[in-house]
């Protein structure tokens, strides 16, 4: 089975920096990778996602991230972090189109301060 | 504006009680999951049905089971609550290929004292 590891549980930065949020999985075949958001008291929400083609991908909210399969990552970046980023990010891979098989990493908190 | 609705935000329930947690979609949507989350474990998926009647387990379904005896509505029951199942727990739907449109509920904050 696949697997998601999110190598940073708290990201702290302060406003207008860049933030990267770094993510590697494991899986033998191809997969399907995802960033969700989560903001306070909320549910989770798509940021972007990555099925085939180009491997940059460009989401809501200004973020982006980029597949590289021979070091089996999918990074999260953004160039200028805003207050309202301040949120829980999740990796999530999935190896096909019945998502029943997808599988979260275990978060980053990102805090962006003043 | 398209919705998954859980019932409760919070709930707290004492230990042994039997505790039924509600999702609704308004979406039409076949497949139905639901999720706990834990601090440093992210999400972790309990049960999923992609049919009326129809459930699988997921990765950690001890201690829970689900219903669903309409397309709209997938329960999670804990038939004896305990401790170590005070979590957050979060339902989502999609459609059969709905890895563009996986949708979340708010969560249920559940707390068993």
């Known amino acids: 089975a696949q697997s998601v590891t999110q190598l940073d549980s708290q990201v702290p930065v302060f406003e207008e920096a860049p933030v990267e949020l770094r993510c590697n999985y494991s899986?033998?075949?191809?997969?399907?990778l995802f960033w969700y958001v989560q903001y306070p008291n909320q549910g989770l929400q798509l940021l972007l996602k990555?099925?085939?083609?180009?491997?940059l991908v460009k989401g809501i909210n200004g973020f982006e991230a980029e597949f590289n399969k021979s070091q089996t990552s999918f990074h999260l970046r953004k160039p200028s972090v805003h207050i309202s980023d301040t949120a829980e990010y999740f990796c999530?891979?999935?190896?096909?189109?019945?998502?029943?098989?997808?599988?979260f990493g275990a978060g980053t908190r990102l805090t962006v301060k003043p | 504006d398209v919705k998954v609705t859980q019932s409760s935000r919070y709930l707290v329930k004492r230990t042994g009680e039997k505790v039924f947690l509600e999702c609704v979609q308004d979406?039409?949507?076949?497949?139905m999951f639901w999720y706990r989350q834990d601090p440093g474990l992210g999400l972790r998926l309990i049960y999923f049905?992609?049919?009326?009647?129809?459930?699988e387990k997921g990765d950690i379904p001890e201690g829970y089971s689900v219903s669903r005896e309409k397309k709209e509505r997938f329960s999670l029951i804990l038939e004896s609550a305990s401790t170590n199942q005070t979590s957050m727990y979060l339902c989502?739907?999609?459609?059969?290929?709905?890895?563009?449109?996986?949708?979340f509920g708010s969560g249920t904050r559940l707390t068993v004292v």
């Open positions: 049905s992609y049919d009326v009647k129809m459930k």
């Open positions: 989502a739907s999609s459609t059969p290929t709905g890895i563009l449109n996986y949708t």
């Open positions: 999530a891979v999935s190896r096909g189109i019945n998502n029943n098989d997808m599988r």
């Open positions: 979406m039409d949507h076949e497949n």
């Open positions: 899986s033998s075949v191809s997969v399907y």
């Open positions: 990555y099925l085939s083609g180009s491997t």
